[in-house]
């Protein structure tokens, strides 16, 4: 059975009363938040008394759970995906996204690598025929780059996305074309004839050498081929598209070239061509109509005359297209190159990403160092890679921060005297720390949520400055036992106090984190509940297995051994005796529940005639105020550890005295008393913190009017990278964005075309989206559909007028002719598929522009097939696809006149370029412009969505100040219930959460003034700031609430026996994260390691300055009232200000003591707990002052008494 010993609060202590009936004596109403606490503080009594009896088991026990736990590291899952990471879970983008990928199966049909040049002198124009040279030296090296795999070669020619590759009936035209078809390279280079380089495809005719872009003239092939097959189709098709003579008929660049064409426009002249001429208005690829390369998308840093006419630009870029993994799998699969090894979607994604690491590699080392131009190469898995590089844990910063802990935790703890030295326990601690992080992200892994950088480069360090705030608040209060406590209470003593604090910060904290769960951001959803497992494993750490060690480390002092080297013994072995406070000799005690008990300090000195420390007690006590004292020696707590006991031996004939330093008596417990407590608590002291603290709230309300939201791809790329370069310079000169205009199912198509229209203009004049030229058509499906169906009409109409296509032929028409023939019989009627009367009585195009709804699913089948190039120019993405048709005009049998309907269609894009997005705002203008667009048409009954990535990435911030607000309220609203409930006391929970609101506000202002913009990781740090507040404000509140006496006198009592672990605990914090500085990606430097560092600095003040200051002031009552009577023998001096009793030494007394000084304790009974013992009230006789002698004293305790 156990002996409940007084349940002390933090300080002082609550005693069990010296008699059962007296009359307790509460302030006010409180006699229920003290009964609650009290019976709270009993059950951490039991929990340490239970944890010390076993502490071996404990500790046993504890490290094999939490080893075990550290195992799901095992399985951790690192996310690198950005649009997993980024995209708002459960938000409409995420809706939207999830429909897009189950109608596609991915997104992007294709992926960028891109090459942007720029000049090394700032400014200088890049408009020349030696920096496209340059250019084209970079983009030529970059198309022959080639990779092997699996055994085979891969190469550009192999891997490019190819548009609108056009079905053949005849094989060998059609293996020409599948050789020679172009990939889509949107390069400046194709003004010129040395585009045709980038092309790698070749094929071969008999009797003609090699056939390549390089000199290829297509007219001139075709009528060479025109007597061997029959290619009318395809000449159409190519006129269509406008190939014309398509490289060949193009000026060459350096028209000195051997190889420059005769066809080209300055082959005779050798005149170099105007660059800026060339460019200006952009390029076109193979195909006039269809591959027009806009402007925009080729140079940046553009300048012009008055008149519009091209100047200047100081940046080229070049944009290879490649097929996606799916597309690149679907292409090969069944080829004879890959059925030996088991071709799969994920050789394929590995074959790409093997070809982009190549290609930026061979493309940044194209130009030579001394060159006057520069290349910035980037791929779409470069991005990849830089997000695995920012989530790979950094084993040398996180060795390094984790022992620089050790050293401090070591350090702060080491005594020179080894009874008080608690080196080792640092040490195990902080080890302890370490192992609860470990097992908390192991847990993380073993629930399934994946870990990304902010895990990896953030989350250990932030979590171990915060556990082992714990550890230096258990271990400082444990080393000031209170006098009387029994060995085998010590662990029970120390919960009872320090546990209610510790349970607190850490519920605030796991609260704080899991309210910021509530952004839906899932890299930070993810960051937020790791962050809170993390907490509660470093809670149960801290409060079951770190008593232990505690426990065992009571047990080496206790055997007089070294600190750290345990194994030894102390060289000189110092006893300190516990001497349990007696009553009064009159047994005159305060009435009620309040007893006063007197703490003797007592002499300590070596004795001359042998090794031991002997302690004297003073033959009597006086009340006498001592004249070196600032505060009162109420502030010494009643279990004040040795560096309390002041007495010193000044008897000169005393030769083995044991003297102390007065360095060796400073520390930060000292300080706070005798420097930083009274100089804080003078009202002028007073009124210049309130004055300043105001300011820094003013000066942080202004800034907070600067914080701009966003966070730009160069904040995470480290600086000073080629890959920073790169982005830097895309985001100056190219800060375009492709994105689409996605209509989905559940409305008719066909009868909606007006409404689909309107939606394409209003989408159009949208500030942001950049114009087609003048002379181009919208690139959209719609409208590439609706011109194909009027210009076959025409072509019917031409051939009907002739007379070479008539009601029951269309074999003399033309392949136009033919297909409108086709088309114009179709009565969309399953029944009565065709009425050859409809030739001449309708369109395929009425008046309005609008194609008929009865012809429209059977009309897109035509189209799909018919033009490739079209369909591929206008991104439309068909889902369900239409069926495939192959026209044949000389068909007799009559079954090429059925064309079977596409189904209903489910989704379609338009696409859009988007230019001008620089800042956040700008995104944002952009992003509700397009929302209201298919707002507008939802009206209309079109169900259309924008996708891209802006919508991806920058939607967020629409709703994120907003989300900010509602976490940070809800979580303060939290706070002050946790603290109301813990504490029980609502006044003091209002002043927590009131400071914790100014340093959430001040560090949102900072953040302006630093130019840290607001995304959604500043927000996660800016909610859990409030629960790392509590860090520092509630050890505070709760030593002042817990202590009698006046508001001045108690906020200097909870600065004295707080301001050591509360800085202790913020340097530790600042030490975890000090490794985050070493950090090669700024975006961690600047965004956590400097908001962290500023967070934990406010945390110090405003913990430390402010809320003593507003306790002093506004702070709720005692609880408790102090409440004695006189004793006729023993007189109280004028009680000093602020109404604290002075005890001092007899006059009479020997020089070589210093003085006894006294302590009032209240206390309640606690409910009694199972197996707790019920100390009664004291039958033993009183003691009395002048009865006690220095050498027949009778003390109590586990220390024995010597003499």
């Not at 989530?391 to 070591?410: H, N, Q, T």
């Not at 989350?459 to 085998?488: C, K, M, N, S, Y």
């Not at 009872?496 to 607190?504: F, Y």
Request: charged share 15%.
């Amino acid at each position: 059975m156990t002996r409940s010993p007084a349940l002390r609060e933090l300080p002082p202590s609550y005693t069990p009363p010296a008699r059962a009936a007296a009359p307790q004596i509460l302030a006010g109403s409180l006699r229920a938040p003290l009964w609650l606490r009290a019976y709270f503080q009993g059950l951490l009594f039991s929990l340490g008394f239970g944890i010390q009896r076993h502490c071996g088991k404990v500790l046993f026990l504890g490290l094999l759970a939490f080893g075990a736990l550290a195992l799901g590291l095992r399985v951790a899952i690192i996310e690198t995906n950005l649009e997993q990471l980024w995209v708002e879970v459960g938000s409409r983008v995420s809706q939207e996204l999830h429909y897009t990928k189950e109608k596609l199966g991915e997104e992007a049909a294709y992926t960028s690598q891109m090459l942007i040049q720029t000049s090394r002198q700032e400014g200088e124009n890049i408009l020349t025929p030696e920096a496209l040279g340059l250019h084209l030296q970079a983009a030529l090296t970059a198309s022959k780059v080639q990779v092997s795999l699996y055994g085979k070669s891969w190469d550009l020619n192999k891997i490019c996305y190819k548009s609108g590759v056009p079905l053949i009936e005849n094989g060998m035209i059609e293996r020409m074309i599948e050789k020679l078809f172009p990939c889509v390279i949107l390069t400046p280079l194709d003004c010129f004839w040395e585009g045709a380089k980038l092309q790698g495809g070749s094929a071969y005719l008999p009797g003609r050498p090699d056939i390549q872009w390089t000199n290829l003239d297509p007219e001139q092939l075709l009528e060479e081929l025109g007597p061997f097959a029959s290619l009318e189709g395809f000449r159409e098709l190519l006129d269509k598209a406008q190939v014309g003579q398509a490289y060949v008929g193009r000026p060459c660049l350096h028209p000195d070239d051997l190889h420059c064409p005769p066809s080209a426009p300055n082959h005779h002249s050798r005149q170099v061509p105007n660059v800026a001429d060339e460019l200006s208005g952009g390029c076109h690829g193979f195909s006039h109509k269809f591959m027009h390369w806009q402007e925009e998308l080729l140079l940046g840093g553009t300048a012009r005359n008055p008149q519009g006419q091209l100047l200047r630009a100081e940046a080229l870029q070049t944009t290879f297209l490649l097929m996606s993994p799916r597309q690149l799998y679907e292409h090969f699969r069944g080829d004879y190159q890959t059925h030996d090894i088991g071709w799969s979607e994920e050789q394929a994604g590995t074959v790409l990403q093997a070809w982009q690491r190549r290609f930026v590699q061979l493309a940044q080392e194209a130009l030579p160092e001394n060159a006057s131009q520069q290349i910035h190469a980037f791929s779409s898995t470069t991005l990849d890679d830089i997000l695995h590089a920012f989530s790979e844990v950094s084993a040398a910063r996180l060795v390094g921060g984790y022992l620089l802990m050790l050293a401090y935790a070591c350090v702060t703890m080491l005594r020179w005297d080894c009874a008080q030295s608690q080196g080792a326990v640092g040490l195990a601690g902080v080890l302890l720390v370490a192992l609860a992080v470990a097992s908390g992200l192991g847990l993380c892994a073993l629930l399934g949520i994946t870990f990304n950088a902010a895990t990896t480069q953030v989350l250990p360090f932030l979590a171990l400055g915060i556990g082992v705030d714990h550890i230096f608040l258990l271990a400082h209060a444990f080393t000031e036992a209170l006098p009387g406590t029994r060995l085998q209470d010590r662990m029970g003593e120390c919960l009872q106090r320090t546990g209610t604090s510790v349970a607190l910060a850490s519920i605030n904290n796991m609260a704080a984190f899991l309210m910021a769960a509530l952004v839906p951001i899932p890299a930070l959803r993810a960051f937020s509940l790791q962050a809170a497992i993390v907490v509660g494993c470093t809670f149960v750490a801290v409060m079951l297995v770190f008593p232990a060690i505690l426990s065992l480390d009571l047990r080496r002092r206790h055997c007089q051994r070294l600190d750290v080297l345990c194994c030894f013994s102390s060289p000189c072995s110092a006893r300190v005796i516990q001497i349990l406070p007696q009553e009064l000799g009159d047994r005159t005690v305060p009435v009620g529940i309040a007893h006063l008990t007197a703490t003797v300090q007592a002499f300590t000195h070596c004795e001359a005639s042998s090794q031991h420390v002997v302690t004297i007690l003073p033959s009597q006590a006086h009340l006498v105020p001592p004249p070196s004292d600032p505060l009162g020696s109420e502030l010494f707590s009643p279990g004040g550890s040795t560096r309390d006991l002041l007495g010193q031996e000044e008897q000169p004939r005393q030769k083995a005295a044991c003297r102390s330093l007065p360095c060796a008596r400073w520390n930060l417990t000292h300080f706070a008393r005798f420097q930083f407590a009274p100089l804080l608590l003078q009202s002028q002291a007073k009124a210049i913190v309130l004055v300043l603290f105001g300011t820094l709230l003013g000066l942080s309300l202004y800034g907070a009017t600067l914080v701009q939201d966003g966070l730009a791809l160069t904040d995470v790329v480290p600086r000073g990278t080629k890959e920073h370069d790169f982005l830097s310079a895309q985001l100056r000169y190219f800060s375009l964005y492709e994105v689409a205009l996605v209509t989905q199912g559940g409305f008719d198509y066909a009868h909606s075309q007006r409404a689909l229209f309107d939606l394409h203009q209003r989408f159009s004049s949208l500030k942001a989206v950049l114009p087609p030229p003048a002379t181009q058509a919208p690139r959209t499906w719609l409208h590439y559909y609706r011109n194909w169906l009027q210009g076959i009409q025409a072509a019917f109409d031409q051939d009907w007028a002739s007379g070479r296509i008539t009601r029951h032929s269309y074999r003399n028409g033309s392949e136009d002719g033919a297909l409108a023939y086709k088309l114009l019989i179709q009565t969309g009627d399953s029944q009565g598929p065709l009425d050859f009367g409809q030739l001449t009585t309708r369109k395929l195009v009425d008046r309005e522009g609008l194609i008929p709804p009865e012809l429209f699913y059977v009309g897109l089948t035509v189209w799909v097939s018919s033009d490739p190039l079209g369909l591929a120019a206008s991104q439309a993405n068909f889902y369900p696809p239409p069926p495939e048709w192959l026209h044949d005009k000389y068909d007799t049998t009559g079954e090429n006149l059925r064309i079977p309907p596409a189904q209903p269609l489910e989704f379609a894009q338009f696409p859009f370029l988007l230019r001008g997005l620089q800042k956040t705002a700008d995104f944002m203008e952009a992003i509700e412009g397009a929302r209201a667009a298919c707002a507008e048409a939802g009206q209309a009954g079109v169900h259309a969505y924008p996708s891209g990535s802006p919508f991806l990435f920058w939607e967020q911030y629409l709703g994120l100040r907003r989300c900010f607000l509602l976490a940070v309220c809800i979580l303060l609203v939290c706070t002050f219930l946790i603290c109301a409930l813990l504490l029980l006391n609502p006044w003091t929970a209002a002043l927590i959460v009131l400071v914790l609101a100014m340093m959430t506000v001040e560090l949102f202002g900072i953040m302006g003034f630093l130019g840290i913009k607001l995304s959604a990781i500043p927000v996660v740090i800016l909610v859990a700031s409030v629960g790392i507040g509590i860090e520092f404000t509630v050890h505070v509140a709760l030593g002042f609430l817990t202590t009698q006496g006046s508001r001045n006198l108690r906020a200097a009592h909870a600065l004295e026996h707080t301001f050591a672990p509360v800085t202790d605990g913020a340097i530790s914090t600042l030490l975890g994260l000090l490794m985050l500085a070493g950090s090669n990606f700024d975006f961690i430097v600047r965004y956590f390691f400097v908001v962290l560092t500023v967070l934990t600095l406010l945390g110090l003040l405003h913990g430390l300055v402010l809320l003593p200051v507003l306790l002093s002031i506004l702070g709720p009552p005692p609880e408790v009232i102090q409440m004695y009577k006189e004793s006729p023998e023993v007189l109280s001096p004028s009680a000093p200000e602020g109404g604290g009793l002075r005890w001092g030494a007899s006059p009479s007394l020997p020089q070589s003591f210093a003085r006894v000084t006294t302590s009032m304790t209240v206390a309640i009974h606690p409910p009694p707990l199972p197996g707790a013992y019920i100390h009664p009230a004291s039958d033993e006789p009183p003691w009395s002052p002048a009865a006690t002698s220095s050498g027949n004293l009778t003390s109590r305790g586990p220390g024995p008494a010597t003499g």
